[in-house]
């Protein structure tokens, strides 16, 4: 189907920069030498040390499951830390058997990460030199990764309300990598699966591997759009157990893969790279049942603060995740962070998250006692 330059341009903004252009007007940003904070990319939320301590404060700024950690999952971890005298196995292969079972998969289809960052950067250094296409806004490591392992990147930016169409993506000659985050963050829209499945194809005949980032799948309510079972050929798919279970500090993501590629990964990855707790914890806290009680809370807890919120006067960008985008009113977005932390109450300014700017904020939902204490709080704010 034909679409029109005018309506290209009005639904998306490509980025352009000072330093030159592609020849899709997409923006290029590589400058070898450069520090990646030089570069003004974003930083992350749940920003709660000070000193080498925690702030005690109420943390909306991180997308954690809003009902965990599940019950005696912490004592538990409290039992077992005695196996940190010793090494943990250096591939991790009891927990990638474990998750592999979980999903149905084989464990040569399964690599574990120390959280899903790192797998962001070991694929990133085991794709050819070239460019990097990311699909934005969205989460900024994608961006740091692909410049430190010597990737040129380029964006394709949708705008508010930043619905995306995959059939108007260009994927430009050169490009060996690609990033697409579903459900996005920050925004929490959902791309369909057949979509991603015609973009993969797209992306294989460009030569270019495709990375679906899937790690707050397990809490949307649209997780039927998950391209797990579809078997894609050079594609990488991302999860996060220790986000799902509410530990996000003992770091354990893992990527599903065919087995070529998932030994690719295997050889960049350093051994003893996951923890013995993390391991641990994938073997026995895998729960459907908990994993499906956590949806349904979440997605009644992220109903309550859209209606909250869209009453204050704040528009509230439609999310299928357990956070929400919002374009905020009578202050800025730091304003609003810096007046919301003297509370006790942390939420993630998103104004330093490439393509949007400082009327956007982001908050994940948490249990509804907090998530009404933060309603209040924003409440006396606008009085």
């Given at each position: 189907?034909?679409?029109?330059?005018?309506?290209?341009?009005?639904?998306?903004?490509?980025?352009?920069?000072?330093?030159?252009?592609?020849?899709?007007?997409?923006q290029e940003?590589?400058?070898?030498?450069?520090?990646?904070?030089?570069?003004?990319?974003?930083?992350?939320?749940?920003?709660?040390?000070?000193?080498?301590?925690?702030?005690?404060?109420?943390?909306?700024?991180?997308?954690?499951?809003?009902?965990?950690?599940?019950?005696?999952?912490?004592?538990?971890?409290?039992?077992?830390?005695?196996?940190?005298?010793?090494?943990?196995?250096?591939?991790?292969?009891?927990?990638?058997?474990?998750?592999?079972?979980?999903?149905?998969?084989?464990?040569?289809?399964?690599?574990?990460?120390?959280?899903?960052?790192?797998?962001?950067?070991?694929?990133?250094?085991?794709?050819?030199?070239?460019?990097?296409?990311?699909?934005?806004?969205?989460?900024?490591?994608?961006?740091?990764?692909?410049?430190?392992?010597?990737?040129?990147?380029?964006?394709?930016?949708?705008?508010?309300?930043?619905?995306?169409?995959?059939?108007?993506?260009?994927?430009?000659?050169?490009?060996?990598?690609?990033?697409?985050?579903?459900?996005?963050?920050?925004?929490?829209?959902?791309?369909?699966?057949?979509?991603?499945?015609?973009?993969?194809?797209?992306?294989?005949?460009?030569?270019?591997?495709?990375?679906?980032?899937?790690?707050?799948?397990?809490?949307?309510?649209?997780?039927?759009?998950?391209?797990?079972?579809?078997g894609l050929?050079?594609?990488?798919?991302?999860?996060?157990?220790?986000?799902?279970?509410?530990?996000?500090?003992?770091?354990?993501?893992?990527?599903?893969?065919?087995?070529?590629?998932?030994?690719?990964?295997?050889?960049?990855?350093?051994?003893?790279?996951?923890?013995?707790?993390?391991?641990?914890?994938?073997?026995?806290?895998?729960?459907?049942?908990?994993?499906?009680?956590?949806?349904?809370?979440?997605?009644?807890?992220?109903?309550?603060?859209?209606?909250?919120?869209?009453?204050?006067?704040?528009?509230?960008?439609?999310?299928?995740?357990?956070?929400?985008?919002?374009?905020?009113?009578?202050?800025?977005?730091?304003?609003?962070?810096?007046?919301?932390?003297?509370?006790g109450l942390?939420?993630?300014?998103?104004?330093?998250?490439?393509?949007?700017?400082?009327?956007?904020?982001?908050?994940?939902?948490?249990?509804?006692?907090?998530?009404?204490?933060?309603?209040?709080?924003?409440?006396?704010?606008?009085?």
């Open positions: 189907m034909c679409r029109s330059n005018t309506r290209r341009n009005s639904a998306y903004n490509i980025y352009q920069e000072r330093n030159g252009r592609s020849s899709s007007g997409a940003v590589h400058r070898p030498g450069s520090s990646l904070r030089s570069l003004g990319l974003a930083i992350h939320g749940a920003d709660v040390w000070r000193d080498g301590k925690p702030l005690n404060v109420i943390d909306f700024s991180s997308n954690v499951n809003p009902l965990a950690p599940p019950r005696g999952l912490l004592p538990y971890l409290r039992k077992i830390v005695g196996l940190s005298t010793h090494y943990p196995e250096a591939d991790a292969i009891s927990a990638r058997a474990a998750l592999a079972s979980f999903h149905g998969l084989s464990e040569k289809n399964i690599v574990v990460g120390n959280g899903a960052n790192e797998l962001i950067h070991l694929i990133s250094s085991a794709v050819p030199k070239g460019k990097a296409l990311i699909l934005a806004p969205t989460y900024s490591e994608y961006e740091q990764a692909t410049i430190g392992h010597g990737l040129k990147p380029y964006f394709y930016v949708s705008k508010h309300p930043f619905d995306v169409d995959l059939s108007d993506v260009k994927i430009e000659p050169g490009t060996s990598l690609i990033f697409l985050c579903n459900p996005n963050n920050p925004t929490g829209k959902v791309v369909k699966r057949d979509a991603i499945v015609d973009f993969q194809r797209r992306a294989e005949a460009a030569g270019a591997t495709l990375v679906v980032d899937e790690v707050h799948m397990d809490l949307c309510d649209q997780e039927e759009e998950s391209v797990i079972k579809e050929e050079n594609t990488v798919i991302l999860r996060s157990l220790t986000k799902l279970l509410g530990v996000p500090g003992l770091r354990l993501g893992y990527s599903i893969s065919s087995p070529e590629w998932a030994s690719k990964i295997d050889a960049v990855r350093p051994a003893w790279n996951v923890n013995v707790l993390s391991i641990e914890v994938a073997k026995n806290w895998l729960d459907s049942n908990f994993i499906q009680e956590s949806k349904t809370y979440a997605s009644r807890e992220r109903t309550y603060l859209s209606g909250s919120l869209a009453r204050l006067g704040f528009e509230v960008i439609p999310s299928h995740a357990d956070y929400l985008l919002i374009k905020i009113r009578g202050m800025t977005s730091t304003e609003l962070k810096e007046k919301l932390l003297s509370k942390l939420i993630r300014d998103a104004s330093t998250i490439r393509g949007l700017n400082n009327q956007y904020v982001r908050i994940g939902a948490l249990s509804h006692r907090k998530n009404a204490m933060l309603m209040r709080a924003i409440k006396e704010l606008l009085a």
